[in-house]
């Protein structure tokens, strides 16, 4: 028996369209938020879109030169609070918009950062959101070229031709090293994140420039590579625990550094803070639930991530804006996990 291809077949805006007893283009600006439309047409058109099931191709959308009201968003992973709060703060400015997002992890992986980039930039979407990438030079030129909006969060363009929205990591940094110090520590162990990232940078900056202004020298062997995991928080306190004088104190440059650092200092048979002072960064919601509850240097991730989108969406609007930059404050929260170094 032959099937009925009619039966199967996906609806278009043309089927709504005579459905609602509308134009084809009345239909197509009433489905994109176009104001200047009815609010009686508008609701008419809607109940022919769900009775028939109708999806709107937001790439063929685009391609026409309309606006997909969809926004890109790119992210290394989706495994840490860190990550979990700067999208939050996205997803919630993008609802109040009405906007939705369009979510791609890239894993590190430098080809799929470019792979998705550019997806998005062929219609996927209006503009870009880059959370923390591993940046290239390549696809940043390639988006300012097409004139393509997009916001870096957490992260540097070394050429400083993007639009950003980062916080004071150097600042954050300097603070939580000068507590540290200003509570009797001076041999402080830190751990340092990825060094392909700006915020890495500044913040292992922030802390050498603490030790710099309070007289205490810089010890390399003080100094351990993390990569914002874990695993690599652990892996860094270990090399430091290892050293023949171990350190009174670890900064790590992340929360998600200085849980695997507890771990390690827990497993060694020491105590913290009794033994060794641990200080965080970012402050994500997991940190007053540790053992000791973790003092940390707190970043409003919420606020980057609402702060980027409306930058984001102005830029869409107004294409003829320049780029910004927009450095949002951090602040030292102390808890239970550091106190004066023992007396020897």
Same mark, same amino acid.
């Not at 239909?27 to 994109?32: D, E, K």
């Not at 400015?93 to 080809?111: F, P, V």
């Not at 915020?199 to 710099?212: C, F, K, M, N, Q």
């Not at 965080?280 to 970043?299: E, M, R, S």
């Given at each position: ?45 809607? =109940? /022919? ?55 791609? +992890?890239?894993?590190?992986? =430098?080809?799929?950062?470019?792979? @998705? ?20 030079? !390549? ?10 909006? @997009? ?6 363009? #070394? ?7 980062? /916080? #004071? ?16 520590? !001076?041999?402080?162990?830190?751990? #340092? ?9 500044? =913040?292992?900056?922030?802390?050498? /420039? ?42 790590? &440059? ?34 007053? @639930? ?16 609402? +702060? &980027? ?20 404050? #951090? ?14």
């Amino acid at each position: 028996m032959q099937k009925d291809n009619k039966k199967f077949r996906t609806p278009t805006i043309i089927d709504v369209a005579r459905e609602s007893g509308v134009s084809y283009s009345t239909v197509s600006r009433a489905l994109t938020g176009y104001e200047f439309v009815k609010p009686s047409t508008r609701e008419k058109v809607l =109940r /022919a879109a769900e009775k028939l099931g109708y999806v709107p191709n937001q790439q063929a959308r685009s391609l026409a030169g309309g606006r997909s009201n969809l926004i890109g968003v790119l992210v290394p992973n989706l495994g840490n609070g860190y990550i979990g709060g700067i999208i939050r703060g996205v997803d919630e400015q993008l609802a109040e918009s009405n906007h939705n997002l369009i979510l791609y +992890t890239t894993h590190r992986h =430098r080809g799929k950062e470019s792979s @998705y980039v550019a997806t998005i930039m062929n219609g996927a979407a209006d503009g870009l959101l880059l959370i923390v990438p591993l940046t290239s030079t !390549t696809y940043l030129d390639t988006l300012r070229k097409q004139n393509f909006p @997009y916001v870096l969060i957490d992260q540097s363009d #070394t050429e400083e031709k993007s639009s950003i929205v980062r /916080a #004071t990591n150097w600042q954050g940094a300097y603070d939580a090293t000068r507590y540290l110090i200003e509570l009797g520590h !001076t041999r402080i162990g830190f751990i #340092t994140g990825l060094m392909e990232l700006t915020s890495a940078i500044e =913040r292992l900056d922030g802390y050498r /420039a603490a030790l710099t202004d309070h007289n205490i020298p810089i010890q390399d062997e003080l100094i351990a590579e993390g990569d914002f995991w874990e695993r690599g928080g652990y892996n860094a306190a270990i090399r430091l625990l290892d050293l023949p004088q171990i350190p009174t104190a670890i900064f790590a &440059a992340n929360d998600l550094s200085a849980f695997g650092a507890m771990e390690a200092i827990r497993q060694r048979g020491l105590s913290i803070p009794q033994d060794i002072s641990i200080v965080g960064f970012d402050d994500i919601p997991q940190a007053p @639930y540790t053992y000791p509850k973790l003092t940390t240097v707190h970043q409003p991730l919420d606020q980057m991530g609402r +702060t &980027a989108v409306k930058m984001l969406l102005e830029y869409i609007e107004k294409p003829e804006l320049g780029t910004q930059q927009i450095t949002v404050p #951090t602040q030292l929260v102390v808890r239970e996990s550091c106190q004066p170094p023992r007396q020897v």
